[in-house]
């Protein structure tokens, strides 16, 4: 993905699903390294830059997410 805008607290979509159903991640850290974390199961995992940018698949950021559970809350 060449968009790589994507910042610390992001909520990003990965083109494989984690074993525990669920494609959504939120970065915890940023650097040579990223880390992600599952938001169904709360799994982190530790991925090469390089890797996490041919795996990544959509970024959402956090004003999406909250106005999508805010419509789903009503």
């Known amino acids: 993905m060449e968009n790589k805008d994507y910042k ?19 970065i915890v850290r940023v650097g040579a390294d990223i880390k992600i974390k599952c938001l169904n199961c709360g799994r982190t995992v530790l991925i090469p ?13 956090w004003k999406d997410k909250v106005w999508e559970i805010k419509e789903n809350w009503n």
């Open 49 to 61: 830059r390089i890797e996490f940018n041919k795996k990544l698949k959509k970024i959402i950021s």
């Open 8 to 26: 610390l607290g992001s909520i990003v979509i990965m083109k494989k699903q984690h074993p525990c159903g669920t494609n959504e991640w939120e």
